[in-house]
């Protein structure tokens, strides 16, 4: 399934209200949209990005670091802790 560009245009951080990045995975599909500023990655899944802090992917976290040198797509392997 495929995102509508202007979707993308329309959307932002939920945290900062900047704007985001799309990451695409290994077979060009869209994987997730990054807001640059907050280090997060929101998953897209089934077509639909996930725009909540919760499901957001940390950037600056060794298991993403890991995983975006070897340019692997977001699971929920990767979601990052929720701090108690």
């Given amino acids: 399934m495929s995102l509508d560009?202007?979707?993308i245009d329309l959307l932002?951080?939920?945290?900062c209200?900047?704007?985001l990045t799309m990451n695409r995975d290994d077979h060009m599909r869209p994987a997730e949209l990054v807001c640059p500023a907050d280090r997060l990655g929101f998953p897209i899944r089934d077509g639909i990005p996930v725009m909540l802090e919760s499901e957001a992917r940390n950037l600056d976290s060794p298991?993403?670091?890991a995983a975006s040198s070897e340019t692997a797509t977001p699971s929920?392997?990767?979601?990052p802790a929720n701090p108690a």
């Fill in 5 to 7: 560009h202007r979707l």
């Fill in 12 to 15: 932002v951080c939920p945290v």
């Fill in 17 to 19: 209200k900047g704007p």
């Fill in 63 to 65: 298991a993403a670091n």
């Fill in 76 to 79: 929920s392997a990767t979601k």
